[in-house]
């Protein structure tokens, strides 16, 4: 849903287009950058995937109903606020 895309977005654009480019300007140099690039992409890429795998058990569409249906109502009210605020 629209959440997802938003954290999607947020991720990437926070994450990536604004540090990266920062590292490597402060003596990182680029292959580090590249190191650091792909390191983080995977750690990206898992976390999503397991994020997947919990809305597919659960049935859930939001990490918010994920959580709420995995019988934890008050962590579902933190990750809506988490995210938000994140």
Not at 25 to 54: D, E, K, N, S, W
């Amino acid at each position: 849903g629209p959440q997802t895309v938003f954290n999607i977005v947020k991720n990437i654009v926070g994450e990536g287009m604004l540090s990266l480019p920062a590292g490597i300007a402060a003596g990182t140099g680029i292959l580090g950058g590249m190191v650091i690039a792909t390191f983080f992409c995977c750690l990206l890429g898992y976390t999503f995937l397991l994020m997947g795998r919990v809305c597919h058990a659960t049935g859930g569409e939001t990490h918010k109903a994920c959580a709420k249906k995995s019988g934890a109502p008050a962590l579902a009210q933190t990750m809506a606020i988490t995210l938000m605020l994140k």
